[in-house]
């Protein structure tokens, strides 16, 4: 069966809700976020999430596990924290006189890597080869990681002292960077009136790994019409012009656009793609990977703002592009029925 065929939205709604669902029992608040670590779940990409102490980064990241009946690890960054502490090594078994694997906590559906600026390069190193190859190397035997498999890394903006910031080329390996903000006035009251409740409540799964992997097999069939892949790349090379950057969006981002574009409408249920899915995702899909000019930071001009800029000066692609889409999909289910026929 193609994944067109297996393509239904309605599902892939219903799942999404139940998790999100879920981890509002949990969580106060922070929609976004939880939102948006679901779209990188279901495009089969990584996340950074950045925010200071005392957001729920971590609470999060468990919640959405254990929602999802997934095997969680966490791993906290060190100085001293070696590539063999997160990928595992071989032991020596003296009872059969055979060096055995043990295997770190990489091998996880979804591990937190906490505050990886503190983590040297050389670990951060084998976390992103972990990351972006979906299998480990120890000793020289290679190993697959489990499917579904997401790293959700955090990192602090302030004490930036004793960290090891991550370059650019590896910043980019992260499918999004969302930001943590402080809750509002009223979820603070919320998290105090429920904090009893919310620290004895056991989060139960709701759905299963092979629904997340049933839902990334049915991005591929999720319509994108042309206009609205113009739009993409529009977005995108407007990021390399904008007079304070320095280095803009690279196909990776109008990849990554592309892919969380279609993860939100399989969220909202949707078969196709909109422009409002493409406005919604370009912020956390953009934001690290644009590196602003000297003159910027001078002038006070942030990554926020750029890309702010950026989507106020591209034009939208017009309205009737949902019609379109509907009638194209209907048309290709009829020709596919009538093939099959």
Known sequence: MSSRNSL???????????????AAKVIVGKKRVLREILIALYAGGHVLLEGVPGVAKTLMAKTVARSIGLAYSRIQA???LLPSDIIGTFVYDPKTGEFKPRKGPIFANIVLFDEINRASPRTQ???????????????????KLPEPFMVIATMNPIE??????????????FLLKILVDYPSREETARILER?????????????????????????????????????????VEETRRHPY????????????????????????????????DVKLVAKPVLRHRIILTPDAEFEGVSVERVVEDVLSKVPVPRPEIEEEAEEEMGGEAESEAGGEG
């Open 125 to 143: 190193s084998a976390l992103l080869e972990a990351m972006q190859e979906r299998q480990v190397t120890i000793e020289g035997v290679t190993f």
């Open 160 to 173: 930036m002292e004793g960290t090891f910031p991550l370059p650019e080329a590896q910043l980019d390996r």
């Open 245 to 276: 950057v320095k280095l803009g969006g690279s196909p990776r981002a109008a990849i990554a656009l592309y892919l969380c574009s279609k993860a939100n409408a399989l969220i909202d249920g949707r078969s196709y793609v909109l422009p409002d």
């Open 8 to 22: 239904d939205p309605v599902y892939a709604r219903e799942v999404s809700a139940k998790i999100l669902r879920n």
């Open 78 to 80: 060190t100085p001293d």
């Open 195 to 235: 904090i009893h409740r919310i620290q004895e409540f056991r989060v139960e799964p709701v759905v299963g790994g092979e629904d997340i992997m049933r839902i990334r097999s049915m991005l591929p069939g999720v319509r994108v019409s042309r206009e609205v892949v113009r739009y993409i790349v529009d977005l």
